[in-house]
C-alpha cells in the first residue's frame, strides 16, 4: 500500500470510529459548534473589518504607532457596544484636535448597515481583541447609537 493509500485508510478508519461513538461517545457532549449562519457571520465580519479598516489598523488590529491606535487591550473596543457603535459611526473627523490621540482621522461608517456595523465589531471585539465577555453588540445597540447621533 503507499503512503498516500495508508493516509486515506487512516481518515477513513477514523471518521467510521467517530461516526459509531457519536459525540457522546468522544465526550464532547454539550460542545457548542457553530453553524453555518454563525460561521457565515464571522467571515462576513472578517470581509468588511477587512475592507473597512485593515489598511489603518492592521491585519492583526495592532494599528501603527502615532498614525492608528492598535485595538488590541482597548478600552474602547471593550466599552459598551453603544458607545463603540457611535464611534465607529461618527468617525473622528469632527472630534477636536485636543480629543485625537493619534494624527490619522477615522472616517465615519454611518454607510454601513446596523448589521454591517454589528457583524464588523463583533469580529473586531472576538476574533481579534479577544474580549469575549463583553456584551454581544447587536444590530438593535447599532441602531440606537445611530439615533443618538441624529
Do not use: I, K, W
Request: charge should be negative; hydrophobic fraction near 45%.
Amino acid at each position: 500500500m503507499t503512503a498516500e493509500g495508508a493516509r486515506g485508510a487512516a481518515l477513513g478508519a477514523g471518521l467510521a470510529l467517530a461516526a459509531g461513538l457519536g459525540v457522546a461517545g468522544l465526550g464532547l457532549a454539550g460542545l457548542s459548534v457553530a453553524g453555518p449562519a454563525q460561521a457565515d457571520a464571522a467571515a462576513s465580519g472578517r470581509a468588511l473589518y477587512e475592507t473597512h479598516c485593515q489598511s489603518c489598523h492592521q491585519f492583526d488590529g495592532g494599528g501603527v504607532p502615532n498614525f492608528q491606535p492598535s485595538l488590541l487591550d482597548s478600552v474602547l473596543v471593550a466599552a459598551e457596544p453603544r458607545t463603540l457603535a457611535a464611534y465607529v459611526l461618527q468617525g473622528t473627523a469632527d472630534l477636536p484636535d485636543t480629543a485625537r490621540a493619534y494624527n490619522n482621522v477615522m472616517p465615519s461608517f454611518r454607510h454601513l448597515s446596523d448589521a454591517e456595523v454589528a457583524r464588523l465589531l463583533r469580529y473586531v471585539r472576538g476574533d481579534l481583541a479577544g474580549v469575549d465577555d463583553a456584551e454581544p453588540v447587536t444590530p438593535e445597540a447599532v441602531a440606537e447609537a445611530r439615533a443618538g447621533l441624529d
